[in-house]
């Protein structure tokens, strides 16, 4: 089973919808997670951390579920420039070392 | 600004040859990475250093070697290369603060091996 579990996608949505991710994570002792944006040919770069209470930032919202293990990036007002790859994240046992999963790409069409 | 580079974009090498990828950081980060990303494998980790002359094996190191002689600049060896090295490379940074775990990627360097 992979450390960090997430649905390749894509999801392919029009502008102006919202959209959900969802991620899961098997090590329980995690306490820093995050999620990447990666475009196409590009490095990834942060997007946003999510803490124990969550995070938003704009159009996007973090949340972290500890009980089930998951974590959830939310996008409203998809804009076609929202259209990459977005990994998510979590820390390794406060080593550092961040664990990455394998990424969920979105497609925005006009 | 944070900026990591790395020596090239894209390279082309055979089967057999010593390859070296360099990677360089400018903001004084302790802690560097490198990963290999494919399709569906997302990023795996093959090598960090916590600090000077300091290496420690993540994942996936068979195959490769590190070298860390200035805090600035992390270098990946493949001491013989082979066609499964073929793989985007990616090189990071970060900074040695348990309140912060960002890391900072350099451009990557796409590597086929003939």
């Known amino acids: 089973r992979k450390e960090v579990e997430q649905d390749p ?6 502008e102006g919808a919202t959209v959900a991710f969802n991620c899961t994570y098997s090590n329980s002792a ?3 997670f995050f999620w990447y944006r990666q ?3 590009k490095e990834p770069k942060l997007l946003m951390s999510v803490y124990s209470s969550g995070n938003e930032d704009g159009r996007f919202t973090a949340q972290l579920n500890r009980a089930s293990q998951y974590i959830s990036l939310l996008i409203r007002d998809s804009k076609l420039s929202d ?3 977005y990994l998510c994240v979590s820390e390794m046992d406060s080593s550092y070392k961040l664990i990455f999963g394998s990424g969920t790409r979105l497609l925005v069409r006009p | 600004d944070v900026k990591v580079t790395q020596s090239s ?6 089967t057999g040859e010593k390859v070296f990828l360099e990677c360089v950081q400018d903001m004084d980060h302790e802690n560097m990475f490198w990963y290999r990303q494919d399709p569906g494998l997302g990023l795996r980790l093959i090598y960090f250093s916590y600090d000077v002359k300091m290496k420690e094996k993540g994942d996936i190191p068979e195959g490769y070697s590190v070298s860390r002689e200035k805090k600035e600049r992390f270098s990946l060896i493949l001491e013989s290369a ?6 985007m490379y990616l090189c990071a940074s970060s900074l040695q603060d348990m309140g912060s775990y960002e890391q900072y990627f350099g451009p990557g360097t796409r590597l086929t091996v003939t």
Request: aromatic share 8%; hydrophobic share 20%.
């Open chain 1, 9 to 14: 996608g894509p999801f392919n949505v029009p």
């Open chain 1, 30 to 32: 995690s306490q820093s």
């Open chain 1, 39 to 41: 475009d196409c040919r």
């Open chain 1, 83 to 85: 259209s990459a790859t």
């Open chain 2, 9 to 14: 974009r894209y390279l082309v090498k055979r």
């Open chain 2, 82 to 87: 082979s066609t499964n090295q073929t793989s």
